[in-house]
């Protein structure tokens, strides 16, 4: 069974641009969640995407946004970049996200650099 | 703020078993203990999730005590390519909260 992917998996903006990120969870996962890494504040949760709905938001601005397509894929948006989001984009999916047992698991990542 | 607090760090040399323990006090009656492996520019990758007791699996071994107050992962054998920071969490899937996890170092 393949696993998450994500592209691109690598990418370089200026600052004040946009970007989209994409993930395409394990089949059968219905559950994506996404998170930031960087050097200074570790890996941070995002958002979480359950059936084309957002179920869980973390502490990010609105800059930052995702959404879920009915096959379960998902994307991530950052309009009007700043050089501090600068970092490296994880997706992870789980087969309903809720389950005490139902692991999630990451994809390679996107890294993002802000110039 | 995360739920687990680990050791910032560990060295150790091949060949030699690690065990990394990591303390979950409020851990949940529901919450399964994950382990995570995260290699420099790589998603973390799922090592073995367990509730109670022993979990062993081809690569590692968890063992939680009665309380399931703290957990240790116990890596046997270490090589060089173990060399990376492993992350200790509770809870359900969907939004992990992560630590600062372990780094470990494997030497020569």
């Known amino acids: 069974k393949a696993g998450v992917t994500q592209t691109p998996r690598y990418l370089i903006k200026t600052r004040g641009q946009q970007v989209t990120l994409s993930c395409s969870p394990i089949?059968?996962?219905?559950?994506v969640s996404w998170y930031q890494q960087t050097p200074g504040q570790g890996l941070q949760f995002l958002f979480e995407?359950?059936?084309?709905?957002?179920?869980n938001k973390g502490n990010f601005p609105g800059r930052f946004s995702g959404r879920q397509f009915s096959n379960s894929r998902s994307e991530m948006n950052v309009s009007t970049l700043e050089l501090g989001d600068s970092a490296l984009y994880l997706c992870?999916?789980?087969?309903?996200?809720?389950?005490?047992?139902?692991?999630?698991?990451f994809g390679p990542g996107t890294r993002l650099t802000v110039l | 703020l995360a739920k687990t607090t680990q050791p910032i760090s560990m060295d150790s040399y091949e060949g030699q078993e690690v065990n990394i323990t990591c303390s979950h006090n409020?851990?949940?009656?529901?919450?399964?203990i994950t382990w995570y492996q995260q290699f420099p520019s790589q998603g973390p990758r799922f090592i073995i999730q367990g509730y109670k007791t022993k979990v062993t699996n081809e690569v590692a071994s968890l063992f939680i005590p009665a309380d399931r107050k703290s957990s240790t992962l116990s890596l046997p054998r270490v090589s060089l390519s173990d060399t990376a920071v492993y992350y200790c969490?509770?809870?359900?899937?969907?939004?992990?909260?992560f630590g600062s996890g372990t780094r470990l170092l494997v030497r020569p």
């Open positions: 089949s059968g996962h219905r559950s």
């Open positions: 409020n851990i949940a009656t529901n919450d399964y």
């Open positions: 995407y359950f059936s084309e709905t957002q179920r």
């Open positions: 992870a999916s789980s087969l309903n996200g809720r389950g005490h047992s139902d692991t999630q698991y």
């Open positions: 969490l509770v809870g359900p899937s969907g939004k992990l909260i």
